[in-house]
């Protein structure tokens, strides 16, 4: 569900995806409030789960995380029980970062991160490819990225 967001929700939006530590006095300075009504309204959007929690960007090269997998999931048939099941594998593996329902050929998108492409090739097939009601997969690699995390177009 869409939520009406007035000007000065928006502008608290844009200023905490661009720093989500900026403190609440830096906040308000930032949009033009004072600092009650400030917190008030980010308590507000918090609750309505407009804002769902913060978090630090990490660069996965700097961990280890060498490679980034698109992986395409094609299962056998749409079984509520299987599907599930597929769901809940993905859940559990800490490697596949995001997963999307799709329109089209395949069923889902799978963003992976690994160590390398051993690693890789292990998570896809001693994993993905044993997860209940997969039929294939067929993975592209991430050879540079352009853009990454980038803020939603909050405003006006």
Avoid at 8 to 24: H, K, P, V
Avoid at 63 to 75: K, N, R, S, W, Y
């Amino acid at each position: 569900m869409s939520l009406m967001l007035d000007r000065t929700e928006r502008r608290i939006l844009e200023a905490l995806q661009q720093e989500g530590r900026m403190s609440n006095v830096e906040l308000a300075q930032a949009v033009g409030l004072s600092e009650s009504p400030c917190l008030r309204r980010v308590r507000a959007l918090e609750e309505q789960g407009v804002i769902s929690g913060y978090s630090a960007t990490i660069d996965q090269r700097r961990v280890g995380l060498q490679v980034t997998a698109f992986v395409q999931v094609q299962l056998e048939k749409h079984d509520d029980q299987k599907t599930q099941a597929f769901l809940e594998q993905v859940a559990s593996e800490r490697h596949i970062i995001e997963c999307h329902a799709m329109s089209g050929a395949y069923d889902y998108l799978l963003k992976v991160v690994a160590q390398s492409m051993d690693h890789f090739s292990e998570i896809a097939m001693q994993g993905i490819l044993r997860f209940p009601g997969v039929k294939g997969i067929e993975s592209s690699f991430s050879l540079l990225t352009v853009k990454q995390a980038a803020p939603l177009p909050i405003g006006s």
